[in-house]
Each structure stands twice: as C-alpha cells, then as structure tokens.
C-alpha cells in the first residue's frame, strides 16, 4: 500500500509500470496455479497418468510466444485491457462488449468456480470444516487484499504464495516418491494398482474401467483410440493455450505492469521454468496416490465411490487431499494446507482484479461516459464483492457437475468457447487485411457453434466408463481438443472472407497495432478517436473533482487511505510532460545487452521444452 498509487487507473490496474521480472513470472505460475490445478491434474493423473502434464508443458512455448510477439503490440498500443486492444484495432463497440461479458462468464463458470470447488474438496477432507463456511473466510480474505491493494498488492502476494506452494508439494513429493520406493518403483506399482472391489451384485465392470491404461507413461497417445489423442495435444491444446496465455486478461496484465520489455521476456521464462513442475509435484503424486489408496482413489463401483466420496463417476479428484492427510506429519499437513489455500487465494486474487478491470474499463465506462477517476476506482471495488457473491451462489452448481472429472470439465468448456477469441487475436496482430466485421461475425458465428456442441455434450451428460453417454457420436464422439481444432479453422476461414469482402482499415489507423506495422513511428489515428476526444471535452468541461477537504474526519480520511481513494492530486500535467509520461508507457526500448541475454534464455527454455516432449513422448 505504501510502495504504490493505488488512486489512478494505471497505479491500481496496471501498478504504474513499476515491476521487475521475479514478481511477474511468480505471478504468472501463481495466477495459473490454483487449487483446481493441484486436485485435477492429479486424480486426472491418478486416473490415466502423465499425458495430463502435457497441459503444463505446452506453456513453456506459448510463454515464448507471449512475451516476444503479443506484449509489444500490447505495449505500443498502448491499452489496459484485451478488449480495450480490440477496440483500437477494429473500432466500434460491440467487439470489445461481447469479449468483456464473454470474459467474465467464462472467469465465474471455469476459474472461480473450479477453484473454490476443488479448495473446497481439500478443506472438507482436511479440517472437516463446513464447505460454506471455509468458502465465506477464504473470499473475505482474498477480496480484502485484493480490493484495497490494486495490481502490485496482488502480485506480491503471489509471489510469496509461489515460494509456499513450490516448498510444500516439493515436500510432499519427496515423501510421496520415498513411500513407493522412488521412481523405479512408482512405474512398476502404479500398473498394478487396481482396485479390490469390481463388481456389485451380479454386475461385473469392464477392465479397462479399473486397470491402469497401458499408455500411462506416454504424453502422446494414439490420435483415435487415446484419451488425450498426440494431435490434439499438440495442435488444439496450443490453440486453447494461445487464447489463455497470450490472450487473457488474468495473465497479460501482469505483463503490461513490468517496467521494461526485457523484465516483461524475463518474468516470462521464469514462469516457464516454473511450469516444468506440475508433472513431477502435482501429476505423479496423484499417480503415486491411487498406489498407496488404490480401493478409494481408484474406485470403480458407483456404490462405493458415492459413500467415499459423495461421486459416484469415481473419486480420483481426493488423490492429492488424501495423500496430503494421510501421508504428512503434523505440522507439514498445516503446511500443505496452507499451500493449497495460497494456490486457491492466489488464482481468486488474479481473477479478482482483472474481472474488475474488465468491467469497469469496458463495460462501466460505457454506461456512464461522464464517469470520473474515483468513481472507477470505486465501482472496480463494489464488483468484487458483487463477483465474490456470484462465485457463492455458483458453488452448488460445481458441486453437483462433472463429479469426477473436475479438469475436463474446465478444458472442454475452454475448448468450445476460446477458440474464436484465439483467432481474432491472431489474425488481429498477424493480419492487417482483417476488419471488425470480419471479426465481429468470427466470434459470433464461432461462439454459436461452440454452445451447440457444449449444451449437446451437457444436456445427455458426459457419462463415465461404466455408464457411456447417449450423445450422438456426431457431436460428442469428437475429442474436445479436436473440436477445438476444427472451431479455430471455421474461424479463421470466416473472418477472412468476411473481410475480404468488405473495406479493409487503412494503414494510418493501424500503425502499431499490427505485427507488419510494429515499427512505424508516424503518428496514428485511432478507429475510435472521436470518442476518445469526447471523453476528453467531457472531462475538461466538468468541475474539478473534489478531493479530501482538511476537515473530513480521520475515520474518513483513513477509510479512504485504506482503499486508496485517498486525495492524491499532484500538481495538474502539461501536454508535453503527458506525453512524456504517455511514451514511458508505450516504450518496447531494450538494453541490447539485456535483450541478448533474455533472447538466449528464451532459445535455451524452448529446447528444454522439447525434450521434455521427447524424452516422455
């Protein structure tokens, strides 16, 4: 609170361009991370082994992607938010509304509620304390910090939470490993770890529902019969990971905060190193607990899985909090706990701040023009709390859906809905020749699609291995990260042949907003310039904002110091020293030392990327 400007829109969104690489790339695994990832990826690991982790080490590439591509564009352009971004590529409004609500929809129905869901999974077992109860301290923490810090308050935090969740599940997995008699011994035990019961009454399950696949060490599995097919996890996870990654507010904010482009390159490779983890701290642990729990993780009659785990799909989303309540000593148990409470708080604190960016930057500012800049501060907060509401009331809903199946249910939803956002933004920085009715008609037309194929999928339900779905194999016999695949190409085809056919932008509303015009120095002229203006004469006309008089009370005055509402007016900015300050922000200028260095990294963690990929493929 004292390090920062938490009273204007660039010090409370954007924490004034001011961080350095160590906090943005802890913050970019600690967004990313969240409880959701340490229960699904391992009962998903549990239940079908390593491939899962292929999730994870596709971010190593799109990171790359990320920092040396997308964030300079981001930067010259000059923007807060994606669809801000959008707005000064295309012009018009309807494009950046549509992907503010779809955003928001999408961060309550996958990101929150994946992760309070699955915290709440690991509290339950854990302490035994109600879910809501939990729920309702854990939110009130998160929105506390969240609501009266800003941006910087948020990153710091998750830069310590990512030295806890590193320590504790790297202890964890130490003594997961020790226990099955290292990795030798993991391989071997984890192929024959099935469970005793499998059948009830007269009824006997089929094998392949209960025995370890015989794939289960490979990351890229056969592109038919596999349950994450080597093509999908190639082609369509990188179209899910391009959208995600390089597209999202949640992770590109923390990108446009860092104070040179060389720090923004560098917090990237950082994360990326930091992504190799998961397989070895999340994945395998919950493989080694379906060894050591193999009649609870691994349950296969629907009975017993209903008694064990209130689900009667299966039971491996407990591996990781039953290892950690039955493996640990005390005190590492208070520890682990402690680790999956900074993952939940950390992923929470991230989605906090950047849906309130979204809503009031483009949505709010929409609705009251006249708006001033206390009065976004102030609304940014009150949404919070309204979110943190929704998240609640959600809770139920997650309870009750994908029982087994918690990190499918996130990547199918990710996998129908973000494959038209994925290549808007693509072609938007790739291909100048696109417009926004192109645009605009490849995410309606792509969203249409995408919800025909997930309220299908929903509505027979998604089935298990005992009881298949009735979904026609037309619609739900084609593997989400397929689909993913032919949505992205549907897109792409559409929107350039809407654009074609109709007038292109003009290359003088488009420097710097395009990888090809990256580099013009010519003074652009925004598609939405005469609103900007507007805006400006608004402000201009209207009275002079009134601060903190000298006689409010001190109750007030520390109220508002609190959420940074504090008077903190400086002296009024000519038009050469906001231009000035305008460049600062805009400025991709690096040391050339710097940048041969962060260059060299970035080569060095695309190789290790690839061997990763060989060496399990």
């Known amino acids: 609170m004292y390090s920062t400007n938490?009273?204007?829109v660039g010090g409370f969104f954007l924490a004034g361009r001011s961080m350095v690489w160590w906090p943005i790339g802890a913050s970019l695994f600690a967004s990313n991370i969240g409880s959701g990832h340490f229960v699904g990826l391992a009962g998903t690991g549990a239940a079908s082994g390593i491939a899962i982790g292929g999730f994870e080490w596709n971010a190593l590439v799109m990171v790359v992607i990320l920092g040396w591509m997308f964030v300079p564009i981001y930067i010259k352009a000059g923007v807060v938010t994606m669809p801000e971004y959008l707005r000064k590529r295309f012009g018009g409004k309807r494009i950046q509304i549509y992907l503010s609500v779809l955003s928001l929809l999408l961060y309550i129905f996958t990101k929150i509620s994946a992760d309070i869901f699955s915290g709440a999974i690991f509290i339950k077992l854990a302490t035994g304390l109600n879910i809501y109860a939990a729920i309702v301290i854990l939110l009130t923490i998160t929105a506390l910090y969240t609501i009266t810090g800003g941006l910087a308050a948020v990153i710091y935090t998750d830069t310590l939470q990512t030295v806890i969740m590193l320590v504790g599940s790297i202890i964890l997995a130490s003594f997961a490993f020790r226990e099955v008699g290292g990795y030798e011994g993991f391989m071997d035990k984890y192929m024959q770890a099935i469970p005793g019961t499998t059948s009830y009454g007269n009824e006997t399950y089929k094998a392949e529902c209960y025995t370890p696949r015989p794939d289960s060490f490979h990351i890229f599995r056969d592109p038919i019969t596999g349950d994450l097919p080597w093509p999908g996890l190639i082609f369509g996870l990188s179209i899910l990971a391009l959208w995600y990654w390089c597209t999202d507010q949640v992770i590109v904010q923390r990108c446009l905060s860092g104070k040179n482009m060389s720090h923004v390159k560098a917090g990237c490779i950082l994360c990326g190193y930091l992504k190799l983890l998961p397989m070895f701290l999340m994945v395998m642990p919950g493989m080694i607990s379906r060894i050591l729990y193999t009649d609870e993780v691994a349950c296969v009659v629907p009975q017993l899985c209903k008694a064990i785990c209130e689900a009667e799909v299966g039971c491996s989303n407990i591996a990781y909090p039953k290892m950690v309540v039955n493996l640990m000593p005390n005190g590492l148990r208070g520890l682990m706990l402690s680790v999956m409470l900074a993952s939940l708080m950390s992923s929470l604190t991230s989605i906090f701040n950047s849906a309130s960016t979204l809503f009031t930057m483009d949505i709010y500012t929409k609705i009251r023009r006249r708006a001033?800049?206390?009065?976004l501060m102030i609304v940014g907060r009150i949404f919070m709390l309204a979110l943190i509401g929704v998240s609640i009331a959600w809770v139920p809903m997650v309870q009750s859906a994908q029982g087994g199946q918690l990190f499918d249910y996130i990547q199918s939803i990710t996998s129908y809905l973000g494959p038209p956002i994925a290549a808007?933004?693509?072609?938007?920085?790739?291909?100048?020749?696109?417009n926004e009715q192109g645009a605009f008609w490849g995410l309606l037309i792509g969203l249409l699609i995408g919800l025909a194929r997930m309220l299908t999928?929903?509505?027979?339900?998604t089935g298990s291995c005992m009881i298949p779905s009735q979904c026609p194999a037309i619609i739900c016999k084609v593997h989400?990260?397929?689909?993913?695949?032919?949505l992205f190409v549907i897109c792409i085809i559409l929107i350039l042949s809407v654009s074609f056919l109709t007038?292109?932008?003009?290359?003088?509303?488009?420097y710097r907003l395009c990888w090809s015009l990256r580099n013009r120095t010519e003074e652009r002229i925004d598609l939405d310039a005469e609103e900007e203006e507007e805006e400006e004469n608004i402000k201009e006309v209207e009275e002079e904002e009134p601060g903190v008089s000298a006689e409010a009370g001190c109750c007030k005055k520390a109220c508002l110091w609190f959420c940074g509402l504090e008077d903190s007016k400086g002296p009024k900015l000519s038009k050469e020293e906001e231009a000035a300050l305008q460049q600062k922000l805009t400025d991709t200028e690096e040391n050339p030392f710097w940048k041969r260095v962060v260059n060299t990294n970035g080569i060095i963690l695309l190789a290790v990327a690839v061997f990763c990929h060989g060496f399990f493929a």
């Open 6 to 8: 938490r009273g204007s």
């Open 372 to 375: 001033k800049e206390r009065e």
């Open 424 to 434: 808007v933004f693509f072609l938007a920085i790739f291909c100048k020749r696109v």
């Open 457 to 461: 999928e929903f509505g027979y339900g």
């Open 480 to 486: 989400y990260l397929y689909f993913a695949i032919i």
């Open 503 to 510: 007038k292109p932008i003009d290359d003088v509303h488009l």
